[in-house]
């Protein structure tokens, strides 16, 4: 493999998804729903299907698809995108976040990202040929260190690549940590590329787009996901929203990686971000419950817990159950206890520390049927 990549091996989600199949041990570890999204949405795909949807969909995306997410950033958050200048559909956040990163970085240029992170960031930075520079969020609340933020910006700073909702830590981060965010790219004239795509996945407190803050609307990547706002990961639809000459530095790429997305999906997604708000607000509700049942397990097993604001993730130090390890905890822990986790250790920079941070943390996801949350509770209270 290439230099660029060395370091980056197979990804925590492969490892313990698969670990999860061969020993049937419940998969806590990948964050995937295991109920499908919206009856209407799933009938929308299939009829696009039968109506004779299935070529190449439109580079930038179905017009429907495009004039819906637009209409969905002014309704939610009062934000005026045009659907055919400022809007990019994308194959997944995932490929949002790569064709952002290589479209408007410099090889050389400096990347300022949130730690732990999604582990596609590091990966897409480094194929950028750009440099990365982790502040760190630290347990147990993850606040954002703005000063260390401020503090990590150098000439060569380009992008502020935040996440909020944040995975893995649950974190959302406040008004005045955005704020803050926003007034360090408005001052050194830096883009931002904010991660959205748990935008509806909030207990407490509320998520504030950063492209709402003064000075940032124009400055602003902000990326979402069908596949976390509509259950439906395996469809991989994602999007960014941002002003007409950022948009085309992405699509740019874009074209050249994927060039289009599966065509059904598209009216599919653009009939599902038209569903009523109770849809959206529902979709916290019930995850607050699996969190708490969740958490409340996890206690009970003598996990020490980091409740989480947002997401569908929970983080809980394995230390007091002879955790110190993480990663070799979940690589234990079918066995242990018949259930999958992911450790957190491997969202922090390996090589920005002498001691990475989080080592004895674990991720549990909470997306799941109650019944498969109370049978995880069950098994792992085995572990004291
Ligand atoms: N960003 C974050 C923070 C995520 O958690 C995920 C999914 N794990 C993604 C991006 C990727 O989303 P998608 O599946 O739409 O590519
Ligand atoms: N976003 C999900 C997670 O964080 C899945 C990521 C993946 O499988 N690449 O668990």
């Not at 295991?34 to 190449?56: C, E, K």
């Not at 400055?219 to 996901?225: G, K």
């Not at 009939?271 to 529902?282: H, K, N, Q």
Request: a negative charge; proline letters at 6%; glycine letters at 8%.
């Amino acid at each position: 493999g290439i230099t660029r990549m060395r370091g980056f091996g197979t990804t925590i989600f492969s490892e313990m998804t698969a670990l999860a199949n061969r020993t049937g041990a419940i998969n806590l570890g990948q964050g995937f729903p295991d109920t499908d999204g919206p009856g209407s949405m799933l009938r929308a795909a299939v009829a696009a299907i039968q109506s004779g949807q299935n070529q190449y969909a439109p580079g930038s995306g179905t017009p429907d698809l495009r004039t819906a997410i637009a209409r969905h950033q002014g309704d939610w958050y009062g934000l005026d995108f045009d659907p055919d200048t400022e809007v990019l559909v994308t194959a997944g956040a995932t490929e949002a976040i790569a064709a952002t990163l290589m479209g408007l970085c410099e090889p050389g240029d400096e990347v300022l990202c949130v730690e732990p992170y999604y582990d596609s960031y590091a990966a897409v930075i480094a194929l950028a040929g750009a440099v990365r520079r982790p502040v760190t969020l630290r347990p147990p609340d993850y606040r954002l260190d703005t000063a260390a933020l401020a503090a990590s910006i150098t000439p060569r700073t380009r992008v502020i690549l935040i996440n909020s909702p944040h995975n893995p830590t649950g974190a959302v981060f406040d008004r005045d940590e955005l704020a803050e965010v926003a007034r360090l790219c408005v001052e050194h004239d830096l883009i931002a590329v904010t991660d959205e795509v748990y935008e509806h996945i909030v207990f407490h407190g509320e998520h504030v787009p950063l492209a709402t803050f003064p000075g940032m609307r124009d400055r602003t990547v902000t990326i979402s996901s069908a596949g976390k706002t509509f259950s439906a990961t395996g469809w991989k639809v994602g999007w960014i929203c941002a002003a007409p000459d950022l948009v085309a530095a992405v699509a740019r790429v874009k074209q050249f990686l994927t060039f289009t997305n599966a065509a059904p999906f598209q009216p599919a997604v653009a009939a599902a971000l038209g569903l009523p708000r109770e849809y959206f607000t529902s979709l916290a509700t019930d995850l607050r419950a699996k969190r708490d049942l969740l958490c409340q397990g996890l206690v009970a097993a003598g996990f020490d817990v980091h409740i989480p604001a947002g997401t569908y993730f929970v983080t809980a130090d394995a230390a007091p159950l002879g955790g110190e390890d993480g990663l070799a905890f979940c690589r234990a822990l079918p066995e242990r206890a018949g259930v999958v986790a992911v450790p957190v250790g491997v969202f922090y920079d390996q090589e920005a520390h002498d001691v990475v941070p989080g080592a004895s943390l674990v991720r549990f996801a909470f997306c799941k049927q109650d019944e498969v949350l109370q049978e995880a509770v069950r098994r792992l209270e085995g572990l004291r």
